[in-house]
């Protein structure tokens, strides 16, 4: 008998794939069943009983003939027999996706569903479980309807036969007369819009799950508020206000502000507590570091969390965990009970990029976190509001956690119906005396200057942060030759991956040792290292950006505030009218002359939290950000946001819009060079090597050749860094990876950058110190990439 094949790789049957999702279905049902049943308007029985007739139907028109020749082909081939399966003649092409084809076999009425509305979201969720660029139109409807006449409806015993379906199906009077309910995209004005992204979503989980063969969800009986518990009970930590607060509203959405030193992780860990959830910050290595403390022995002790991120996988890897291609792909799939995440790994749904249900499905049952709001562009920032909004209407919760939150987003989460009787806020400010401030109107270069901070790194560690990568090595050279023989250090985003991230080793191994000097730096580790040093100069910025910046010093408030430890500088301020918003920086600079004016009597002048909770409150509210930048972006962002058309955009599409910058990945000349006649050569001849192998029909080869292939550009993305396009296209200095005339197939997303970088690598008392200036370019590059 003929055999209905669904998959190649590995080997399934129709019956098989579909009954590997109704497996899936289970699993869902058994881990978040009762929470998704809160979220529907529609009798319980009767959701489960739709998205099981959408699994049973959702690859039916895999049966059309051109699509089983072109698996029976992929097989013969594999099996290295060409008679194994026999290849059936039909005039038609294998051109039009089977999703288009699965309803053609629904019949409604003996499925009891008359609905039309009801009929509209099934066949939908059927007809777009693979997004393609396919318009349902006339001409679609007309070359169906002979596909439907001349091969489909040719099929009824076949699947009656070999699929043994599990609802009576359509075997008579078969038409193309069920696109008409796929023309126009359901959106958020539908009156079950939450309904169809719960079964449609839930579908591309399913789907995603049966054919990767992994499960939908893992770990559903590892609760991270248990291990949590578990963490403070064997440190014999007692629990602070904010973390008895977030225990107390874990049925509620929360919006916490808290100082530094609040405890903030663990207070989200236990708000999340039996929860599945999604944890978010503004950068890798951020999140690479909470993960870390989450998932360690001698700290949370919880090894069943996710990383997800654009390099998430080789972070677990080259950090020795186990089964890390395993962890990433359920990451991937959203499967994990607890994820570590950048937002542009699961906000991407506020864009409705085409299959963006699958994201505000699964958020729907899920908690997010939010960390760090205010470190985020106006555009991200929008974005957010924008998804918690969704999520707040779909039944998810958030918890927003931050030092100082502006007061236009608070005001925006209102107008939108954010802030009702399901959300909570909590203040927990500090009265700690962590930072005696000066502000100087002078510039940093000053002779002067760099005389008073080259004596205090004898004795003391001293943290210069600069507004850009040109004035932080423009910094580090003049105290060189000031003085050769000073403890200087220097961390930017213009180093190549490796060598950036053994500089931000080096930094927090300094912020922990004995030793005194100086590292300079730049805005990238205001949200992202976890560090404490004794002193700090730095460039005037936005306060919200500076407020971050004073948090890398007196970090944990037990070191002395009768000195200064804090020095602001407003003059030759770089970066401003570029990375900071220049009406937002004058502004800043008034609110902190003001605060000093009112301090005169002082005898010293401490910036505590409460201060900069009020400054950024009325600093970044809609009157005074009138006609500002920021606030233009921020509006612009939003109405694009509200105004956007369901699956405009594609998954990628929507991730680069999150990602803000245009940028090129490159590797720096000498770099290059190095690495030339090893990585860029084996890369070559692996190509090479996998041709040999597809032309031969060796997929043993194949799969080994691969796997070989992704850890090798791996190590060549360890010597890349990433530069803004604007820069690279107005110097025209990169060029393409070419071995004789061919571009590298694999390496064309990387380019040679025909610039200077200075990088020396030490080893001492076996660890590795990075000396040096990264990549020099004349101009200024933006941070945050």
Aim: hydrophobic letters at 35%; proline letters at 2%.
């Amino acid at each position: 008998m003929e055999t209905l094949i669904a998959k190649t790789k590995p080997y399934e049957t129709l019956r098989e794939h579909t009954d590997e999702l109704r497996k899936e279905l289970e699993m869902l049902k058994v881990a978040y069943g009762e929470k998704i049943e809160t979220l529907i308007s529609i009798d319980k029985d009767e959701f489960w009983r739709l998205l099981d007739i959408i699994v049973e139907f959702h690859d039916l028109g895999k049966v059309f003939t051109p699509f089983q020749n072109k698996l029976k082909n992929v097989l013969n081939e594999m099996l290295n027999n060409p008679n194994k399966y026999i290849i059936e003649d039909t005039p038609f092409l294998n051109d039009i996706g089977h999703n288009y084809m699965s309803p053609v076999f629904m019949n409604f009425k003996k499925l009891n569903i008359t609905d039309r509305e009801t009929k509209r979201i099934v066949i939908q969720a059927i007809v777009y479980h693979h997004e393609r660029d396919l318009v349902v139109d006339g001409e679609l409807k007309k070359r169906l309807d002979k596909i439907i006449d001349e091969d489909l409806s040719k099929k009824i015993d076949l699947i009656q036969n070999e699929f043994k379906p599990k609802y009576h199906i359509k075997s008579k009077k078969l038409n193309s007369v069920y696109l008409k309910y796929a023309e126009t995209r359901i959106d958020s004005n539908h009156k079950n819009y939450n309904l169809y992204i719960l079964l449609k979503g839930l579908t591309h989980r399913l789907d995603h799950s049966a054919s990767g063969h992994e499960e939908i969800e893992v770990n559903i009986d590892r609760n991270i508020g248990i291990y949590t518990e578990n963490y403070f009970e064997a440190k014999k930590y007692k629990k602070k206000e904010a973390q008895e607060f977030a225990l107390k509203n874990r049925d509620k959405n929360i919006i916490l502000v808290a100082s530094t030193g609040m405890g903030k992780t663990e207070t989200a860990l236990f708000w999340i507590d039996k929860d599945k959830a999604f944890f978010t910050l503004p950068l890798r290595v951020s999140i690479n570091a909470l993960y870390d403390r989450v998932s360690k022995s001698d700290e949370i002790n919880y090894n069943y969390a996710g990383l997800l991120h654009s390099t998430s996988e080789d972070y677990l890897k080259d950090n020795g965990y186990t089964d890390f291609e395993k962890s990433s792909n359920l990451s991937r799939q959203l499967s994990q009970k607890l994820t570590f995440s950048t937002i542009d790994q699961i906000f991407k749904f506020p864009f409705k990029y085409k299959g963006y249900e699958k994201e505000y499905a699964t958020l729907a049952y899920s908690k997010v976190v939010i960390d760090e709001i205010q470190a985020y562009s106006p555009e991200i920032a929008a974005t957010l509001i924008k998804g918690i909004e969704m999520i707040h209407k779909i039944g998810g919760k958030f918890m927003i956690m931050t030092a100082t939150m502006p007061t236009l987003y608070l005001e925006e989460m209102k107008r939108r119906g954010i802030l009702d009787e399901t959300t909570v806020m909590g203040e927990f400010i500090s009265d700690e005396e962590r930072h005696n401030i000066k502000i100087l109107d002078e510039s940093l270069y000053d002779k002067n200057n760099i005389e008073k901070i080259i004596e205090q790194s004898k004795n003391k560690k001293v943290l210069i942060i600069l507004n850009t990568v040109a004035s932080s090595i423009e910094m580090y050279s003049k105290i060189q030759e000031h003085n050769e023989n000073i403890n200087i250090n220097l961390l930017h985003s213009m180093f190549i991956q490796e060598h950036r991230s053994i500089l931000e080793q080096n930094i927090k191994d300094f912020a922990k040792s004995k030793q005194n000097g100086i590292w300079i730096t730049t805005q990238l580790v205001e949200a992202s290292l976890d560090i404490d040093f004794d002193i700090l100069h730095t460039e005037i910025s936005t306060l919200d950006s500076l407020f971050q910046r004073l948090g890398r010093c007196n970090r944990a408030g037990k070191k002395s505030t009768d000195n200064t430890n804090v020095f602001i500088y407003t003059k030759d301020k770089n970066g401003v009218g570029s990375i900071y918003d220049e009406e937002i920086v004058d502004r800043s600079i008034q609110y902190l002359n003001e605060f000093c004016n009112a301090k005169l009597n002082s005898e010293k002048l401490i910036l505590n939290e409460k201060d900069k909770m009020d400054m950024i409150s009325e600093l970044y509210n809609r009157k005074n950000l009138k006609e500002s930048e920021f606030l233009s972006k921020f509006d612009k962002t939003l109405k694009l946001l509200d105004g956007i058309e369901a699956s405009e955009l594609k998954n990628k599409e929507a991730q680069k819009m999150l990602r803000e910058i245009e940028s090129y990945t490159v590797i720096p000349r000498t770099i290059y060079d190095s690495v030339r006649d090893t990585l860029i050569e084996d890369f070559y001849q692996l190509n090479n090597a996998l041709s040999k192998a597809y032309n031969e029909k060796n997929y043993d080869v194949i799969d080994r050749l691969k796997v070989e292939k992704r850890d090798l550009k791996n190590k060549i993305l360890k010597k890349t860094v990433t530069i803004p396009q604007y820069k690279a296209n107005k110097g025209g200095i990169i060029t393409e990876i070419i071995i004789g005339n061919e571009l590298i197939r694999g390496l064309e997303d990387i380019y040679i950058l025909e610039c200077e970088y200075d990088a020396e690598l030490e080893i001492k008392k076996e660890k590795s110190i990075i000396k040096g200036q990264g990549i020099l370019l004349d101009k200024e590059l933006n941070q945050f990439i």
